[in-house]
């Protein structure tokens, strides 16, 4: 049986991972489910967003 019930570290690390590798079906069912229950973890994602999107621009930025 896969466990489904992952704490917010857990899913966090996922979330790391998810930068790097695809994902297995149990480990993206186990975050879809968790971040329709959690407050905090999508917050998490969106701050790995930024800092991604943030990264892309300063690697791109030309010096006007």
């Known amino acids: ?3 489904f019930n992952r704490t ?3 899913i966090a690390a996922i979330l790391v991972a998810r930068e790097d590798r695809a994902l ?3 480990d993206r069912l186990a ?3 968790h971040m329709a229950m959690c ?3 999508p917050r ?3 701050q790995m967003l930024t800092i991604r999107n943030s990264l ?3 690697r791109n ?3 006007p």
């Open 1 to 3: 049986m896969i466990p």
């Open 8 to 10: 917010c570290k857990e």
């Open 24 to 26: 297995g079906l149990a």
């Open 31 to 33: 975050l879809r489910l």
């Open 39 to 41: 407050d905090a973890c």
């Open 44 to 46: 998490f994602e969106r």
């Open 56 to 58: 892309v621009r300063w």
């Open 61 to 63: 930025y030309t010096d």
